[in-house]
Each structure stands twice: as C-alpha cells, then as structure tokens.
C-alpha cells in the first residue's frame, strides 16, 4: 500500500516565525511532489510542486526534496495568520500514477 | 480565482432525489477527476477521465454516475444516495492523467443527504 505521512498537527507557530511542514511517502518511483493548502471548507489550492532534489522557492514558500530519504518539506517564512489552514502533501504513484494525499497538517499561526 | 467552476456549491437532497454535479474547465486539460473529501480527511479519488474515457473507477457504488460529455466538461449524477455520501465533492483537472502533473481544483459541491 503506497502511502504519504504528515504529522497532523495541530503546529503552533507565532507571527513571522518559519513553520515547517513534513512529509515522507513510501513509493520509491513517485516523481512528482505537490503541496496543498486548505482552508476550512473550501477547496484544496495548490501552492507549490517540485520534482527534483534541492530547494524550490516562491516568494515565501521553499518546497524541499530528498528522494533518497523519501521525504519533502515546506517551509513557510514570515508565516500570518492568514496562513492558517490545512497543508497537504500529495505525491504521485497512485492508480495509475495519479495521486496520493496526505492526511494534512493543521498549521495555526497566532498573532 | 479557479479555472474550474463546479456548480451546485451547494446541494441538499433526500435519498430517493436524482441530481447532478457539474463541472467545467476551459485550460485545455484531457484530463478529469472527481474526489470526495470527509471533513478532517484528505481527498479520495473517485474517477478519472482521460481524453473523454473512463480510465479509473476506485470502486465505487453505482449510486454515483460519472459522464463526460466532452473535455471541457465532467458531470456526476446522483441516484438514491445514502446519509454517509454527505460530503465535499471536489472536481479536478490535469493537462494528462497519470502524468504526475499538477492537479488543480474546482471550489466544490458541499452536498447533504437526508
């Protein structure tokens, strides 16, 4: 069973802290790595992708790869309170290799 | 603001009503999908439709109809649905399916079964 694993939180982080998201997934051959944010009662938004190893950054977000450890981060920097939400990790290597979410990290960051 | 509108946002209805779920994108993509979300729980993939065909079905009860009358379009009709299908139905959209590509999602269509 191919699976993704967040920690669910709930992660408290104050006002301009960095807050850190983890992930790790056990599909050797999974490509392709998404993270989601979700806020309550909407629709998952898709925030950052990255498929190769090393850093990928966008304005205050950097995605972390490191498929020999099978794991991805997100680090959010100067985190607001309008960051608060649900944070998905989805990797690839589902049916067909469509994808596989993770159960979600609730992230609160306090004012 | 999403590229893929699904309507209704909202449904209400009993278990013995037949409605539909409609969902559009216009990015061109070959491929669709519908997924069903629980509160507190990560999205479950229903369907997948690739160039207009049913490539994945996950199992799921025949209560649940998908149809794809063309790319741009994707629908779920609904027949004598159970209390437990109340749910957030999320459309999707990828240029290909299985792909690894990313995934981009409608706004949702929070239904209520009676």
């Known amino acids: 069973q191919k699976e993704v694993e967040q920690n669910s939180g709930p992660l408290s982080v104050p006002e301009g802290a960095i807050a850190s998201l983890n992930c790790t997934y056990s599909?050797?051959?999974?490509?392709?790595f998404f993270w989601y944010r979700q806020y309550s009662g909407k629709s998952p938004e898709l925030i950052m992708s990255?498929?190769?190893?090393g850093d990928k950054e966008d304005g205050r977000f950097t995605a972390q790869l490191n498929k020999a450890s099978q794991y991805v981060s997100l680090l959010i920097r100067d985190s607001q309170p309008s960051d608060s939400a649900t944070y998905l990790c989805?990797?690839?290597?589902?049916?067909?290799?469509?994808?596989?979410f993770g159960k979600g990290t609730k992230l609160s960051v306090k004012p | 603001d999403t590229e893929v509108t699904q309507t209704p946002k909202h449904l209400v209805m009993g278990m013995t009503n037949k409605k539909s779920l409609k969902c559009e994108q216009h990015?061109?993509?070959?491929?669709m999908y519908w997924y069903k979300q629980k509160a507190k729980k990560p999205p479950e993939l229903m369907f997948v439709?690739?160039?207009?065909?049913?490539?994945i079905n996950e199992s799921v009860p025949s209560r649940f109809s998908p149809e794809c009358p063309n790319s741009s379009l994707l629908n779920l009709h609904l027949h004598a649905l159970q209390p437990e299908d109340s749910a957030l139905y999320l459309c999707?959209?990828?240029?290909?399916?299985?792909?690894?590509?990313?995934?981009?999602f409608g706004e949702g269509s929070r239904l209520t079964v009676l």
């Open positions: 990255i498929y190769s190893n």
């Open positions: 999707a959209s990828s240029q290909v399916a299985g792909a690894g590509g990313e995934l981009f």
């Open positions: 439709y690739s160039y207009e065909k049913l490539s």
């Open positions: 990015m061109g993509h070959r491929a």
């Open positions: 599909d050797r051959v999974s490509q392709s």
């Open positions: 989805a990797v690839n290597g589902g049916s067909q290799g469509n994808l596989i």
